[in-house]
């Protein structure tokens, strides 16, 4: 089955830990995405890619890296420079060219 | 920028009555996409429906269609037949004419009585 997979499900950090989020698809998708949910409210860019090693800033990208070594992963990782981390994290990827996003079941991460 | 508007942060709706979650867009791009995703409680985000700025038939996937009024900037969504399961947070969403990003609306919680 073609999808998106994102690890892990639920994620714990203390504070000043860095941390990694996976993000995987097997759909051939060029594009990925990353993106932001805090509780009740939309989602908010953080970061994207539209071919391999080539990555642009989003609308929050501050503490956060990425990476794009391969066409199917998109690793995020939420640095101790990210003053409020805990939220709810979704990886999507799309078409290149197309707008239509396909979702991740995101991780929720909670900083202790 | 883009930006997305839903008005309505809770509707509360009987069971088979049809229903219309508002989005009201600003955008000064020609060409662009809006789109609707529903999330359920368990956090996926699931495709609704899609139309294009340049789309003259309104967009309809089963019991989904989208009010696309280009004039006034909206792009409601409509549910018909309303079903329990339809319980949800529905996001509202738009790109950008390069279609590189989605810019998202706070989104509207549905709920579903029976």
């Known amino acids: 089955d073609g999808g998106i997979t994102q690890s892990p499900k639920y994620l714990f950090r203390k504070e000043g830990q860095n941390v990694t989020l996976s993000c995987e698809q097997n759909?051939?998708?060029?594009?990925m995405y990353w993106y932001r949910q805090d509780p009740g409210q939309g989602l908010r860019l953080i970061y994207y890619?539209?071919?391999?090693?080539?990555?642009q800033k989003g609308d929050i990208a501050e503490g956060y890296s990425v990476s794009r070594e391969k066409k199917e992963s998109f690793p995020l990782t939420v640095t101790s420079a990210q003053k409020n981390p805990t939220a709810f994290y979704l990886c999507a990827s799309s078409i290149s060219g197309q707008s239509e996003q396909f979702f991740g079941p995101g991780t929720r991460l909670t900083v202790l | 920028a883009q930006k997305i508007t839903q008005t309505q942060p809770g509707m509360f709706v009987q069971e088979k009555e049809a229903v219309t979650l508002d989005c009201t867009y600003d955008?000064?791009?020609?060409?662009?996409?809006l789109f609707w995703y529903k999330q359920p409680s368990s956090g996926e985000m699931i495709f609704l429906i899609y139309q294009g700025s340049y789309d003259e038939q309104n967009a309809t996937e089963g019991r989904y269609s989208l009010n696309f009024q280009k004039a006034r900037k909206s792009a409601n969504l409509v549910i018909s037949a309303s079903q329990l399961g339809d319980s949800a947070m529905y996001f509202c969403a738009m790109s950008d004419q390069g279609a590189q990003k989605l810019v998202f609306g706070q989104g509207t919680r549905l709920t579903i009585n029976p």
């Open positions: 955008t000064s791009d020609q060409s662009y996409g």
């Open positions: 890619s539209q071919i391999v090693n080539d990555f």
């Open positions: 759909l051939n998708h060029d594009a």
